[in-house]
């Protein structure tokens, strides 16, 4: 398996460097992490919330859920979850439920919850349901420079 091509351009293009993990196929973010025996807390999982007006990404840590509620009130709009429809055709270069936490890849808006924010390392979906990219924290604060950041998420 590979990363999407819009994520690798999007990497190459920042420069940053990165790791694949191949893991076998999982269904959702925490069993991604399980498989590739990584911490549950670095696993940046994403969910697709839209407005009004268009999608926001919010990313948080495989062991925590939004608070759509929270989240509704920090970004000031009523919020619903996106359709797997609208998922597809917004990362029409990915599986549905293995969308990376880089919205600049895709122009769609990036909300960080700080529990992910600050880790030494972040790992995350690359497109498909059997690879994960690995880069230093930093390397995601910096990718991730234009994203809001906030507190939205409760551990699950």
Do not use: W
Request: proline share 4%; net charge negative.
């Amino acid at each position: 398996m590979t990363i999407s091509s819009r994520l690798k351009s999007y990497l190459e293009e920042r420069g940053v460097a990165y790791d694949v993990l191949v893991h076998p196929h999982t269904s959702t973010s925490s069993q991604s992490a399980h498989a590739a025996h990584i911490p549950s807390a670095r696993m940046a999982k994403c969910v697709v919330v839209h407005h009004e007006t268009g999608y926001v990404l919010a990313v948080v840590p495989s062991t925590h859920r939004v608070e759509l509620g929270t989240l509704q009130d920090v970004l000031d709009r009523r919020l619903g979850l996106a359709t797997e429809k609208e998922i597809a055709t917004l990362f029409n270069d990915c599986d549905v439920g293995a969308i990376p936490p880089l919205g600049g890849a895709y122009d769609i808006p990036v909300i960080v919850d700080d529990s992910i924010a600050e880790a030494p390392e972040v790992f995350f979906e690359g497109g498909d349901h059997e690879t994960l990219v690995h880069v230093s924290g930093d390397d995601f604060r910096s990718l991730t420079k234009d994203a809001q950041r906030s507190r939205f998420s409760h551990l699950a």
